[in-house]
């Protein structure tokens, strides 16, 4: 059974750095794209970015140059490193494995 557990989120001022973790059990990591998503009180869940298995990223316009997503395959970990943060940030953040599976999201809080 694939499992996602994310963690690392918090409250942080704008300005400040999180560091978002996703760890994956039951499958393998490598195979597959890892996503990071987010989902804003009233909104609809949106990507912020995402992993190939081959190690390519694409980003959020919203987000480029300020957050960067990285994998380590050998601990089968996705990382969501974002800096710059903005109020407008404030989500819960998701966790994707491949097309189908999910995590639980971790709060992400930006105060201005």
């Known amino acids: 059974q694939v499992q996602l557990v994310e963690s690392g989120g918090g409250w942080v001022q704008a300005g400040g750095s999180l560091r978002l973790s996703c760890v994956v059990s039951?499958?393998?990591?490598?195979?597959?794209?890892m996503g990071w998503y987010r989902q804003a009180p009233g909104k609809q869940r949106e990507l912020v970015a995402t992993s190939s298995s081959r190690g390519s990223t694409n980003y959020a316009d919203s987000v480029k140059g300020r957050f960067t997503i990285s994998r380590d395959n050998a601990k089968n970990t996705v990382f969501l490193q974002m800096n710059s943060l903005k109020p407008e940030d404030t989500a819960v953040y998701y966790c994707?494995?491949?097309?189908?599976?999910w995590g639980k999201g971790t709060l992400v809080t930006v105060s201005s």
């Open positions: 994707r494995y491949g097309a189908t599976y």
């Open positions: 039951g499958s393998i990591f490598s195979a597959n794209a």
